[in-house]
């Protein structure tokens, strides 16, 4: 199921317990061999901790779900993090293309804010190649190709409607015809590839080509950013160590774009940095963007909707998590979550938010 899908459907959820399991994990060999015992271990974990809070009966038929699932798990197709999720009615696991702190975390609903954060990284991705000539499709994580799409897929894909109108290319306004309708065919089919496994894609091509693309394309919101220059000749590995220097480069522009909301939020007098005060505008559906950084966790307690900060998530009526409470909150009255590198937010104790009034 899509990513987006599937955060969609599990924060829908809420029925006690409801368990997830964070695992930070590896693609290969030989580091993926300690991928399944470390699961286990906070399989071990969830248990226990479930036993200290909750009566026998409730707890046999979410572990009998969780084992089920395990059961499922190939770690040799593992990523950089997985996530399990489970109560008594389902289980759901989730390979995620981010790297996560260990964790086990037990609520009303689940913990999503790896999900979340998921969805805003862009390491793993498609580039697509555009000319006159041949399109080819390659899926690359950070500057490594892993795998470059053959002929089950359709591609590389001839532009047949450029390569055989050859007298037509003489007049700039029926060769834009033409392109654009190659495009809008290659298009298509990149839809149905992202269909099955929804990764941003990055254009290469010169800019003339890559605006043709793009004035055709459905879904525009899939392609983030582009390589300029001829992709002809270009090995995949080449347009990977390209694609990802684009990739990095988006994101310190949406880094720096985000401080400065964040400035101007402060100087608005619209800015909130004390995780209570965050917690109570979240819940009077005031929160327009919440910030906050990578790894940042706070056990906390909340009683007649004062938020006091803990230490340890296992005591009695402790959340395992604030910010992941906010952070729903937040979304359900609209508004955003951004996710920023650990130690940019320093001044505003790891969290803040913009409110909207």
Not at 60 to 67: F, L, Q, S, T
Request: glycine share 6%; with cysteine.
């Amino acid at each position: 199921m899509e990513l987006k899908k599937t955060l969609k459907a599990l924060k829908k959820i809420q029925k006690e317990p409801c368990v997830s399991i964070l695992l930070s994990t590896h693609r290969t060999h030989p580091d993926n061999a300690q991928d399944p015992i470390n699961l286990k271990n906070l399989v071990a974990q969830a248990e226990e901790r479930m036993l200290t809070e909750y009566e026998k009966r409730h707890v046999w038929p979410v572990m009998e779900r969780i084992n089920a699932a395990v059961a499922t798990i190939d770690h040799n197709r593992n990523l950089e993090g997985m996530a399990l999720f489970a109560n008594p009615d389902m289980a759901e696991v989730v390979q995620l293309p981010v790297a996560v702190t260990d964790r086990v975390v037990l609520d009303r609903n689940f913990a999503t804010r790896d999900l979340m954060r998921a969805l805003q990284s862009s390491a793993h991705y498609y580039v697509l190649t555009l000319s006159g000539n041949l399109s080819r499709l390659i899926e690359g994580y950070r500057s490594d190709v892993v795998e470059e799409f053959g002929s089950t897929n359709g591609f590389p894909i001839e532009n047949r409607f450029y390569n055989t109108h050859a007298d037509q290319r003489s007049n700039t306004h029926a060769e834009a015809n033409l392109m654009r309708e190659f495009f809008n065919r290659l298009d298509k089919l990149v839809q149905q590839i992202h269909a099955q496994e929804p990764l941003p894609v990055i254009l290469a091509g010169d800019d003339r080509t890559v605006d043709y693309f793009m004035e055709v394309a459905d879904r525009k919101d899939m392609y983030i950013g582009r390589i300029s220059g001829s992709p002809d000749g270009c090995k995949a590995h080449e347009l990977t160590g390209k694609a990802y220097a684009e990739i990095e480069r988006l994101r310190n522009e949406r880094q720096l774009s985000a401080l400065e909301d964040i400035r101007k939020a402060q100087g608005a007098g619209k800015l909130l940095d004390d995780v209570g005060d965050i917690y109570r505008a979240a819940q009077e559906g005031r929160a327009d963007t919440l910030y906050v950084e990578t790894g940042y966790y706070q056990p906390a307690t909340v009683i007649d909707n004062v938020v006091s900060l803990k230490d340890d998530q296992k005591e009695p009526g402790v959340l395992d998590d604030i910010i992941d409470e906010i952070a729903e909150i937040t979304m359900k009255f609209g508004g955003h979550v951004v996710f920023l590198p650990e130690g940019s937010l320093a001044k505003y104790r790891k969290v803040c938010l913009s409110t909207r009034f």
